[in-house]
């Protein structure tokens, strides 16, 4: 999922393109054989591993929200990550008494894993779990100027390509004694920036950074 090229043929100009997707638990630079992700990084968990697999209502009983009420204490955990991203723990404690925990999924499938969860929650005294997944999606597309940009030294520095990137975020919000849930998802947010070599990578990771901080700041407005 984290490592892709597509060529795409785009607009009149024929431009070429190399799209790729990745994590937001693995949203390091990646480029060719460059990889700087996190090496933590052992996939995602998926929506049964939080939500289980818990017999369903009665069809009479009506669906209600899982809500929080502010200063709640509140489990957080990010798919994929050892530790919830610093940008979304602070945009939580703005409302919420948090407690971090590990999104890591195990390397055994455990068929009670939810169960396990939310037991673990009730004992840290959060009757709430929220669980967050995102998606980076990139675009490539070289402008004009990277015909010269082989030119030692000087062409490294000539922005020569235009990346955008777009970032999408889901959340559960889980009711740790009942296991009832309720589903949140962040606008889809994009940003298009335009780099030389020489300023590749820190141009992505200033998009991934800037997608992160507006994305966390939506996805948590939507539970208040």
Not at 146 to 173: C, E, H, N, Y
Request: aromatic share 8%.
């Amino acid at each position: 999922m984290n490592r892709c090229v597509r060529f795409l043929v785009f607009g009149f100009c024929l431009a070429l393109l190399s799209g790729c997707a990745r994590s937001i638990s693995d949203s390091g630079y990646h480029h060719g054989y460059h990889d700087f992700g996190s090496d933590l990084y052992r996939g995602e968990l998926t929506e049964l591993d939080v939500l289980g697999a818990a017999p369903a209502p009665p069809a009479s009983q009506p669906y209600s929200p899982v809500v929080l009420t502010r200063g709640e204490r509140l489990m957080v955990i990010q798919s994929g990550a050892m530790l919830p991203d610093d940008p979304m723990l602070k945009e939580l404690q703005r409302y919420f008494a948090c407690a971090a925990f590990s999104g890591i999924p195990s390397k055994e499938h455990e068929q009670a894993y939810a169960e396990r969860l939310r037991a673990a929650a009730l004992n840290g005294g959060c009757a709430r779990i929220f669980v967050y997944w995102g998606i980076l999606e990139s675009a490539r597309r070289d402008e004009v100027t990277k015909a010269i940009s082989w030119i030692p030294v000087v062409g490294r520095a000539v922005p020569d390509s235009t990346q955008t990137m777009r970032l999408r975020v889901k959340g559960f919000l889980v009711d740790a004694t009942t296991g009832k849930w309720t589903m949140h998802m962040a606008d889809s947010l994009e940003d298009s920036r335009t780099s030389a070599r020489l300023t590749r990578e820190s141009s992505d990771q200033g998009q991934v950074a800037r997608l992160k901080a507006q994305a966390y700041q939506n996805l948590v407005a939507r539970l208040l």
